[in-house]
């Protein structure tokens, strides 16, 4: 069974940092891309990165290009999103997803939220 779940959400002023987490099992983590995917209140999912199976290339969005930095340790099976300089429109939950190259997420975690007011 795959089982990705997130940690390090919660509530941080703008400008503030906060690092998620993701502990992914049941399958061969070090075989599949990762991705970040979150969905703020009222508004659909939008894919904040990736970063392929070995952990050399990483893509981002617009939204969050230069502020965020997506990592990866395949010795632990964990990915990590470290997320600086937050705005308020970074509040959503955060998602991690596991995807073949080239191709869409197939396996989400439950998420974890990230509030980000003053």
């Known amino acids: 069974e795959v089982q990705l779940v997130e940690s390090g959400g919660g509530l941080v002023q703008p400008g503030g940092s906060l690092r998620l987490s993701c502990a992914a099992s049941?399958?061969?983590?070090?075989?599949?891309?990762m991705n970040w995917v979150r969905q703020a209140p009222g508004k659909g999912p939008e894919w904040v990165s990736r970063?392929?199976?070995?952990?050399?290339?990483?893509a981002y969005a617009d939204s969050v290009k230069g502020r965020f930095t997506i990592s990866r340790d395949n010795t632990k099976n964990t990915l990590y999103l470290q997320m600086n300089s937050l705005k308020a429109e970074d509040t959503a939950v955060y998602y991690c997803?596991?995807?073949?190259?080239?191709?869409?997420?197939?396996?989400w975690g439950q998420g974890t939220h990230v509030t980000v007011s003053s």
């Open positions: 997803a596991k995807s073949v190259a080239h191709s869409e997420p197939d396996s």
């Open positions: 049941g399958f061969t983590f070090g075989s599949y891309d």
């Open positions: 970063i392929v199976s070995g952990g050399g290339r990483t």
